[in-house]
């Protein structure tokens, strides 16, 4: 199939393109600069992949948590491609989409986004089951959900940062991650082709991000509406 995926949940925006067996994928790290950079990165990996918008079978994007600007960036960007062409579109949880490489992993595992200093977006899975729904935490309400005498894998964007810190601080938990922690353009592929399999409904006009907490910008606001 013929597709284009986008993870756009943390400041390194990548971009995939995939036509049958072959891959052309862009990643960048350039944090605010993604508004500029999207949609020429999109334009070039489809040219290296040989393909049109109108020849994509599907697209597929980090649906969240994660960047409130780089989750409605990627939205926005395959949205367009749907109004256009009539592609469908797959969102996937973000988290989600970073476990599914352990899937098959004994252990329990941890999939985490760095949000802020010792806050993270997580959830916990079991065999590719999610066990809990997304939500964001302080490292120390993450431990108070695990078994101290249990091994937890821990993977994600966040996953090297959230080892180095338990370890530091309580190093009796048995935390562990594998290392480079890539990103998850190629499970994007493989989560929406198995709900294509599974006749899922593509995401509709008025679908949006998966947000587990309020923005900066919506908390100032309830704020000053407080005041008054």
Do not use: W
């Given at each position: 199939?013929?597709?284009?995926?986008?993870?756009?949940?943390?400041?390194?925006?990548?971009?995939?393109?995939?036509?049958?067996?072959?891959?052309?994928?862009?990643?960048?790290?350039?944090?605010t600069k993604q508004s500029?950079?999207?949609?020429?990165?999109?334009?070039?990996?489809?040219?290296?992949?040989?393909?049109?918008?109108?020849?994509?079978?599907?697209?597929?994007?980090?649906?969240?948590?994660?960047?409130?600007?780089?989750?409605?960036?990627?939205?926005?960007?395959?949205?367009?491609?749907?109004?256009?062409?009539?592609?469908?579109?797959?969102?996937?949880?973000?988290?989600?989409?970073?476990?599914?490489?352990?899937?098959?992993?004994?252990?329990?595992?941890?999939?985490?986004?760095?949000?802020?200093e010792d806050q993270y977006f997580y959830s916990?899975?079991?065999?590719?089951?999610?066990?809990?729904?997304?939500?964001?935490?302080?490292?120390?309400?993450?431990?108070?959900?695990?078994?101290?005498?249990?091994?937890?894998?821990?993977?994600?964007?966040?996953?090297?940062?959230?080892?180095?810190?338990?370890?530091?601080?309580?190093?009796?938990?048995?935390?562990?991650?594998?290392?480079?922690?890539?990103?998850?353009?190629?499970?994007?592929?493989?989560?929406?082709?198995?709900?294509?399999?599974?006749?899922?409904?593509?995401?509709?006009?008025?679908?949006?991000?998966?947000?587990?907490?309020?923005?900066?910008?919506?908390?100032?606001?309830?704020?000053?509406?407080?005041?008054?």
């Amino acid at each position: 199939m013929n597709a284009l995926a986008i993870d756009c949940a943390v400041s390194k925006l990548c971009i995939a393109a995939k036509k049958e067996n072959q891959t052309v994928k862009l990643c960048l790290d350039i944090g605010t600069k993604q508004s500029e950079k999207i949609l020429p990165a999109i334009d070039y990996v489809l040219k290296e992949a040989d393909l049109t918008p109108a020849l994509l079978d599907y697209t597929a994007v980090t649906l969240g948590p994660g960047t409130f600007t780089g989750l409605r960036l990627g939205l926005s960007a395959l949205k367009a491609l749907n109004l256009a062409n009539g592609t469908p579109l797959y969102g996937i949880p973000s988290l989600k989409a970073y476990a599914l490489p352990y899937k098959s992993a004994i252990e329990t595992v941890l999939s985490v986004i760095e949000e802020k200093e010792d806050q993270y977006f997580y959830s916990f899975y079991a065999r590719g089951e999610e066990l809990i729904e997304p939500s964001d935490g302080s490292i120390e309400e993450i431990l108070k959900q695990i078994d101290p005498e249990n091994s937890v894998l821990v993977c994600g964007p966040g996953a090297k940062d959230f080892v180095e810190r338990v370890n530091e601080t309580t190093p009796l938990f048995s935390l562990h991650t594998f290392l480079p922690q890539n990103d998850a353009c190629e499970n994007l592929f493989t989560l929406a082709e198995q709900m294509i399999r599974d006749k899922v409904q593509p995401m509709q006009d008025y679908d949006g991000p998966l947000y587990v907490r309020k923005s900066e910008a919506e908390i100032v606001l309830e704020k000053k509406a407080e005041k008054k």
